[in-house]
Nanobody, 123 residues
Framework: QVQLVESGGGLVQAGDSLRLSCTTS????????????MGWFRQAPGKEREFVAA????????YYADSVEGRFSISRDYARRTLYLQMDNLKVEDTAVYYC????????????WGQGTQVTVSS
């Protein structure tokens, strides 16, 4: 069972940048870590969790929500099994708890959520 740990959140002002990290652990030694994709989601108070960005783990193709396109960039360190989210030009509406998840198979659900990391953007 893979465990995910998100980090890098904080309190920033509008227009600032943050870089989130999602580290993985618990993969069986000797087995290849090969999910179909990993992604970032966020949940603001009183709202449902929403998709932010995802990346095919092997091929590297990237997907973004319209609301973050051009401001956020998802990347991964394949060897370290770590996922990143570079967030630039942050807006107040980006305030949320950010989670990373794993999509094990094509068209599967994202799961194995970590505890999340809080991002708060002030005006």
């Amino acid at each position: 069972q893979v465990q995910l740990v998100e980090s890098g959140g904080g309190l920033v002002q509008a227009g600032d940048s943050l870089r989130l990290s999602c580290t993985t652990s618990g993969t069986n030694s000797g087995r290849t870590f090969s999910p179909n994709a990993m992604g970032w989601f966020r949940q603001a108070p009183g709202k449902e969790r929403e998709f932010v960005a995802a990346m095919l783990w092997a091929g590297g193709h990237k997907y973004y929500a319209d609301s973050v396109e051009g401001r956020f960039s998802i990347s991964r360190d394949y060897a370290r099994r770590t996922l990143y989210l570079q967030m630039d030009n942050l807006k107040v509406e980006d305030t949320a708890v950010y989670y990373c998840g794993i999509q094990k198979i094509v068209r599967g659900d994202f799961d194995s959520w970590g505890q999340g990391t809080q991002v708060t953007v002030s005006s």
